[in-house]
C-alpha cells in the first residue's frame, strides 16, 4: 500500500498553483481597497493598498496566492495601524490650534508700512527656513510645485508616484508649516 503511494506521479501531487503578480494585482485590487476603506474609512483607499502592492511586489518569498493574500493582510493592518496613529499625534496640536484661534484678541493697532515689510521679510525667512526642516520627500514635492511650477502629474511622472502621493505630501507640507506659522504666531515671536 505505501510502495503504490510513493510510485504516484509527482503531477498528481496537490501543490498550490505558483504566484503571478500582475494577475495577483489585477484580481485583487478592489478588495484589498474595500479593506482599508473598511478599516479606516480614509478619503482614499488607493494609496494605501498601492504601497502594500509595492512591498508585496519585492518579497522574494511569495510562492502562491495564499501567501500573497496573508502577506497583504498583515501589510495593509500594519499601514492602517500607522495612519491612524499619526492622525491621532495630529489631532491635539490641531485642537490646540484652533482653541488658540477662537480666543485670539484682534489685531487692532496701526503698524507703519516699514513694520509690514519687516514682519512679511521675517515671516517668508521662517517659513524658508520650515520648508528646508520639512521630510526629504515632502521637501522635494513641495520645492518642485512652488519653486520649479511643475504641475502634480510632472512631479508624480518625475518622482514615479502617484498623482495621490503627490497631493498628500502637498497637504503635509502646508499643514506642517500653517502649524508652525501660528505656534510661532502664539508665541509671539513675530
Not at 494585482?25 to 478599516?39: A, E, I, L, S
Not at 500573497?68 to 495612519?83: G, P, S, W, Y
Not at 507640507?173 to 508652525?180: C, L, V, W
Request: aromatic share 12%; proline share 3%.
Amino acid at each position: 500500500m505505501i510502495c503504490a503511494e510513493l510510485k504516484q506521479p509527482v503531477e498528481k501531487i496537490n501543490i498550490a498553483p505558483m504566484y503571478n503578480f500582475d494577475v495577483f494585482y489585477n484580481t485583487y485590487y478592489r478588495y484589498f481597497c474595500g479593506m482599508v476603506d473598511n478599516k479606516i474609512k480614509c478619503e482614499d483607499p488607493s494609496e494605501i493598498t498601492q504601497i502594500a502592492f509595492c512591498r508585496l511586489s519585492v518579497c522574494k518569498y511569495i510562492l502562491n496566492d495564499a501567501m500573497a493574500k496573508k502577506f497583504m493582510r498583515t501589510t495593509i493592518n500594519n499601514l492602517c495601524i500607522d495612519f491612524l496613529r499619526r492622525q491621532q499625534e495630529r489631532k491635539p496640536k490641531i485642537k490646540e490650534l484652533q482653541k488658540h484661534l477662537k480666543t485670539q484678541a484682534s489685531f487692532d493697532t496701526y503698524t507703519s508700512d516699514e513694520d509690514w515689510e519687516e514682519i512679511k521679510n521675517n515671516v517668508l525667512q521662517y517659513i524658508h527656513e520650515k520648508i528646508e526642516e520639512l521630510p526629504s520627500a515632502t521637501k522635494k514635492v513641495f520645492k518642485l510645485f512652488y519653486y520649479n511650477n511643475k504641475s502634480v502629474p510632472e512631479i508624480a511622472y518625475e518622482l514615479n508616484v502617484s498623482t495621490q502621493t503627490v497631493h498628500n505630501q502637498l497637504q503635509h507640507a502646508r499643514d506642517m508649516i500653517k502649524i508652525e506659522l501660528l505656534f510661532k504666531q502664539k508665541m509671539k515671536l513675530f
